[in-house]
């Protein structure tokens, strides 16, 4: 056989070995809405899941990501993705709680003590438990990203310990389970839009604010509150969702490679958020803000205090989705 034949061959050959795999793959333009601008961690995140893409798919998948709410509030957009006339959106978790009940379980108080413990959650049986449940109402979620801790600040004293709260005039999300905490734990808790807020603060109608530190920072809080309290009193997560009708046309490979690229970018989000989280904090601290950690009894006694909001909600949440949460956190903690 000569060495022009068994280069054809090889050749042809070849093609045949690849052909099935790229055949999985059609050219399609898969849209992603963000309310959040692309300098955000997520914007390192959807860079991250798209070079995946593209280089697992041969450049025929393509993301095109829209950002600060071009193609609409995430609360839109996700019913886009519900009726399938938009492909992705990546949002919290709290604005579709009036889509699915669950999801406040994220919103509830004092629920994670620290990153690594909403990773092991979000990451394991109980992110699959929630996730599970979302086709249902026309979603796939392809994984957690992160949209970091909650942390108070005020002009009055450090939060340190539980009475700490009393009376202080704390602004925060018009949400019915973050006005409960607040005032759970006795705080006069005001709801109001975000834009109001610095306002407010530095006229002094309200003493603080909840946040987490790179929003603290940007938002230049530091010119009108004294005082940081690394609180962690709420972690709500981001979903990376996917429309179902539209899911159910990708063949099982493309469903794979966005599944495992979501998590690639993931895993490239939570580290830059992470970073940015740590010199929004640093940046405080030089911005003269005074921060004060709160001591895990002191932690453990404000989770005590917050258990009745727990009771309250969790028929509305869902008990099953309550009762897991709590299960795995204890076997987490090893309680």
Sequence with gaps: MSTLTKTILAAVAAIGLTAPAAAQFQERTIRISNGINQDHPVGNGVAK???????KSGGRMRLQAFWGGALGGDLQATQAL??????????????????????????????FANEAEADRI???EFGKFMSDKLPAVGLVNLAYWENGFRNLT?????????????????????NNIFLDTFRTVGTNAVPMAFQEVFTALETRAIDGQENPFVTIDTSRMYEVQRFLSVTKHAYTPFLVLYSKRLWDMLSAQEQATLTECAIQGRDEQRKVSRELSEKSLANLRQRGM???????????????????????????IGAETVARMQAELAKIRGN
Excluded: K, W
């Excluded at 005074?290 to 969790?314: G, L, T």
């Design 49 to 55: 899941m798209t070079q995946c893409a593209t280089e």
């Design 82 to 111: 519900r009726s399938g006339t938009q492909e992705m959106v990546i949002t919290s978790s709290s604005p579709l709680i009036g889509i699915l009940a669950d999801l406040g379980v994220f919103d509830l108080p004092f629920l």
């Design 122 to 124: 979000l990451d394991g």
């Design 154 to 174: 005020n002009s009055r004293r450090a939060v340190t310990r539980l009475e700490d709260f009393q009376g202080m005039r704390v602004r925060v999300m018009q």
């Design 290 to 316: 005074q921060v004060n950690e709160v001591a895990p009894a002191e932690a453990a006694r404000i989770r005590d205090a917050v258990r009745p909001v727990y009771e309250r909600h969790a028929a509305t």
